[in-house]
T-cell receptor, first 113, second 116 residues
Framework: DGGITQSPKYLFRKEGQNVTLSCEQNLNHDAMYWYRQDPGQGLRLIYYSQIVNDFQKGDIAEGYSVSREKKESFPLTVTSAQKNPTAFYLC????????????FGPGTRLTVT | AQSVAQPEDQVNVAEGNPLTVKCTYSVSGNPYLFWYVQYPNRGLQFLLKYITGDNLVKGSYGFEAEFNKSQTSFHLKKPSALVSDSALYFCAVREVIASGTYKYIFGTGTRLKVLA
């Protein structure tokens, strides 16, 4: 069963704690992306990676970190430096090339109190 | 910088009536445009894309979109709406960062509500 998975679906953390969100894909996609979704703001790009061991900051990278050690995996860490971490986080992947649509995971809803 | 705008936060339509969800874009060069749908607490699903060719693009679930270069628009349409089409719809445009590196810019979304 091919696809892109995110875990966990819901995550609760105390303020000041780092937390890592998982994203795995078995679609053999080269590119992977992390977005944050807040009501009324659409999707905002956090980080993206076109190939293994390389990634770029998106529009709102502050307070987040990523790694891309394997083609299939692109975990996102929300650090304590992120001022407002409570949000719905979406991971996506796509083939390289400029004509390709993205495939999205089911999302992780993070609540920090 | 590339951008897309979805001017309507919400669109209401009666079941069986045609629906239109609007999207306008601003790009340099050729626009690569996409529509996605999101159901509650789920990820986005790809509906259709315009890369080149025919201005009328057909996609999943009976949706289609019309690319209009002179009006810089890419409106999503469906001839007959279903209650199950009720969801959040996003328009997106591809932006070239460098050779071989791309990112996607999303609109703020339009909530479609189909009334029975």
């Amino acid at each position: 069963d091919g696809g892109i998975t995110q875990s966990p679906k819901y995550l609760f953390r105390k303020e000041g704690q780092n937390v890592t969100l998982s994203c795995e894909q078995n679609l053999n996609h080269d590119a992977m992306y992390w977005y944050r979704q807040d009501p009324g703001q659409g999707l905002r790009l956090i980080y993206y990676s076109q190939i293994v061991n390389d990634f770029q900051k998106g529009d709102i990278a502050e307070g987040y970190s990523v790694s891309r050690e394997k083609k299939e995996s692109f975990p996102l860490t929300v650090t304590s430096a992120q001022k407002n971490p409570t949000a719905f986080y979406l991971c996506a992947s796509s083939f390289s090339g400029n004509r390709n649509e993205q495939y999205f995971g089911p999302g992780t809803r993070l609540t920090v109190t | 910088a590339q951008s897309v705008a979805q001017p309507e936060d919400q669109v209401n339509v009666a079941e069986g009536n045609p629906l239109t969800v609007k999207c306008t874009y601003s790009v340099s060069g050729n626009p690569y445009l996409f529509w996605y749908v999101q159901y509650p607490n789920r990820g986005l699903q790809f509906l259709l894309k315009y890369i080149t060719g025919d201005n009328l693009v057909k996609g999943s679930y009976g949706f289609e979109a019309e690319f209009n270069k002179s009006q810089t628009s890419f409106h999503l349409k469906k001839p007959s709406a279903l209650v199950s089409d009720s969801a959040l719809y996003f328009c997106a445009v591809r932006e070239v960062i460098a050779s071989g590196t791309y990112k996607y810019i999303f609109g703020t979304g339009t909530r479609l509500k189909v009334l029975a």
